[in-house]
């Protein structure tokens, strides 16, 4: 199995920073892109994505956070992180990771998801 292990979330003001960890664990033989993604408590709508970065550091972001929030992974230890400064109270959300994962060489990629950290930004 793959298990995703988030940590960082919590309450701020507004303009504050957080740090988001991710660290993947399991039968991993390779990974793909990995990324952040948010959700409002009791939205059953798709998750927005928020950043993502590829293996070899190519990153992607919502333009809302573009300037603010910094994604980047260390492959050795299977990680991915996400900086988030001069937060605003419109980034208060349940922040889920997500990572492709090859378990088996020769295996389709497949997504997995972390248990969701909350951050609140109060104003």
């Known amino acids: 199995q793959v298990q995703l292990v988030e940590s960082g979330g919590g309450l701020v003001q507004a303009g504050g920073s957080l740090r988001l960890s991710c660290a993947a664990s399991?039968?991993?033989?390779?990974?793909?892109?990995m990324g952040w993604y948010r959700q409002a408590p009791g939205n059953q709508r798709q998750r927005q994505l928020v950043?993502?970065?590829?293996?070899?550091?190519?990153?992607n972001y919502l333009d809302s956070v573009k300037g603010r929030f910094i994604i980047s992974r260390d492959n050795a230890k299977n990680t991915v992180y996400l900086q988030m400064n001069s937060l605003k109270p419109e980034d208060s959300f349940v922040y889920y990771c997500?990572?492709?994962?090859?378990?088996?060489?020769?295996?389709?990629?497949?997504?997995?998801w972390g248990q969701g950290t909350q951050v609140t930004v109060s104003s």
């Open positions: 997500n990572a492709e994962v090859k378990r088996v060489w020769g295996s389709p990629w497949a997504n997995y």
């Open positions: 399991g039968n991993i033989v390779s990974i793909n892109a």
């Open positions: 950043a993502t970065i590829t293996s070899s550091g190519n990153t």
